[in-house]
T-cell receptor, first 112, second 114 residues
Framework: GENVEQHPSTLSVQEGDSAVIKCTYS??????FPWYKQELGKRPQLIID???NVGEKKDQRIAVTLNKTAKHFSLHITETQPEDSAVYFC???????????WGAGTKLIIKP | NAGVTQTPKFRILKIGQSMTLQCAQD?????MYWYRQDPGMGLKLIYY???????DKGEVPNGYNVSRSTTEDFPLRLELAAPSQTSVYFC?????????????FGPGTRLTVL
């Protein structure tokens, strides 16, 4: 079955710098890759997603890139701000699946 | 539009007790999910449902049961609570399957079993 690995588990960056979180997946049939943000004590919320027919997608300060050959995808956050501090989860799914396979999460800390 | 709601917010159970975690959504979503999240960990799927009357096991179903008699409600039943079931439980829903659409999460239920 599908397996998703996420790195690093904790990432600390200076406010204003960029942050990159990487995920790898095992099943080449996976074709949907969402990213969720979970603030402390809150529910996970979708921030961006990408499908396998697209190599990159941007939404203001966040972007996701996908390398199907290498089976990895990454979340990029530019000009980080204090409100970016949270745990970020990547996930993968095959269209015909009802389930998402989740990464273990990355705690992003923004230092003032 | 309330989205996905869960009750209770917090609960403390004694070992061996039972309880039902309630989940409801008002978005007319067909798909609903129950996850557990242990401290500092990711999400693990317990059960999911693709429509009223249809449920299936996820990654960690032991010790839990679900039912889906209506599109709106998806309760999770814990029988004979054990300390290993101490966790935060999230219910989620999506319009279609997880491979197509965003999952909307409820606020969570924090359960402690002592």
């Amino acid at each position: 079955g599908e397996n998703v690995e996420q790195h690093p588990s904790t990432l600390s960056v200076q406010e204003g710098d960029s942050a990159v979180i990487k995920c790898t997946y095992s099943d080449s049939a996976s074709n949907y890759f969402p990213w969720y943000k979970q603030e402390l004590g809150k529910r996970p919320q979708l921030i961006i997603d990408i499908r396998s027919n697209v190599g990159e997608k941007k939404d203001q300060r966040i972007a996701v890139t996908l390398n199907k050959t290498a089976k990895h995808f990454s979340l990029h956050i530019t000009e980080t701000q204090p409100e970016d501090s949270a745990v970020y989860f990547c996930a993968a799914s095959i269209d015909s699946n009802y389930q998402l396979i989740w990464g273990a999460g990355t705690k992003l800390i923004i230092k003032p | 539009n309330a989205g996905v709601t869960q009750t209770p917010k917090f609960r403390i159970l004694k070992i061996g007790q039972s309880m039902t975690l309630q989940c409801a959504q008002d978005m007319n979503h067909n798909y609903m999910y129950w996850y557990r999240q242990d401290p500092g960990m990711g999400l693990k799927l317990i059960y999911y449902s693709v429509g009223a009357g249809i449920t299936d096991k996820g990654e960690v179903p032991n010790g839990y049961n679900v039912s889906r008699s209506t599109t709106e409600d998806f309760p999770l039943r814990l029988e004979l609570a054990a300390p290993s079931q101490t966790s935060v439980y999230f219910c989620a829903s999506s319009l279609t399957g997880a491979g197509y659409n965003e999952q909307f999460f409820g606020p969570g239920t924090r359960l402690t079993v002592l």
